[in-house]
């Protein structure tokens, strides 16, 4: 059976978020997947997604990373509490601050692989840290601080 | 004759970009304006560019920051230069870092509004502050580096 998705545990926003919601038909609905202690995901960018012609918007690298990003800290946030996903009561986290240093132009002729950690976790919120590769070459880097809120 | 927004006169951005892409049939298309010292501009979400239902997606809210901070910061480089906007050589800019800090979530039943101020300005770099407001209400503020570019 194929391996789902984070995006499938995370309520609501693995449903219906513009970036990472997996029954948005007009969005990103990236997958992300936990391998070993960084949480890794591929997305493919559409001609469209560019800022100039070929080179990859850097609203969209920040869309991936904040969506990446709050999927991966409220997985984290029940595997610190010894929880399962998906358990109730839900875990919601939202994105207190975002912050992304463009390296390099990040070309769009491939898929992209976004890696992030979980650099520090507390019962009120987490900040994770998050590379985006092109080819295998780092061309951003980000910094999202999630902030736990009141289950929906 | 209707004004015309910033972008018209932001070579290659202005039309290809994801963003602020004027021609880009499948992106957002934000039309930015000098008003004084504040550039602003108005755009309304559709409801697939939701984080939660309702509320708007955080990643959205960062490429609107950046486009409209990028086409800003070249508008000011020329006439920081004294020069019309779109004569040659063409000043190219590039995003250098973004931040932002969501302050509460941002509604999406009308249309958002944003206001850059440049902050800094140089021959090698600009800095800019942003504000995102729906309903009149402060939901996000943003700080944006973009940093000059070799002409396309």
Same mark, same amino acid.
């Given at each position: 059976m194929a391996e789902r998705p984070i995006q499938d545990f995370v309520e609501p926003f693995g449903r219906t +978020?513009? *970036? +990472? *919601?997996?029954?948005?038909?007009?969005?990103?609905r990236i997958r992300s997947f936990w391998r070993g202690e960084e949480a890794v995901c591929t997305w493919r960018p559409e001609p469209h997604h560019n800022a100039a012609p070929g080179v990859l918007n850097g609203g969209v690298i920040a869309t991936l990373m904040d969506c990446h990003c709050a999927c991966v800290a409220i997985s984290a946030a029940y595997r610190a509490e010894g929880r399962e996903m998906g358990s109730h009561p839900a875990i919601v986290m939202v994105t207190g601050s975002l912050h992304v240093d463009y390296l390099r132009p990040t070309p769009m002729d491939g898929a992209v692989e976004l890696r992030a950690r979980v650099k520090e976790i507390t019962a009120r919120k987490a900040v994770l840290t998050c590379a985006l590769l092109a080819g295998g070459i780092e061309t951003a880097r980000g910094e999202v601080v999630m902030v736990r809120a009141r289950p929906a």
């Open positions: +978020c513009w *970036g +990472c *919601g997996q029954q948005n038909a007009h969005g990103f």
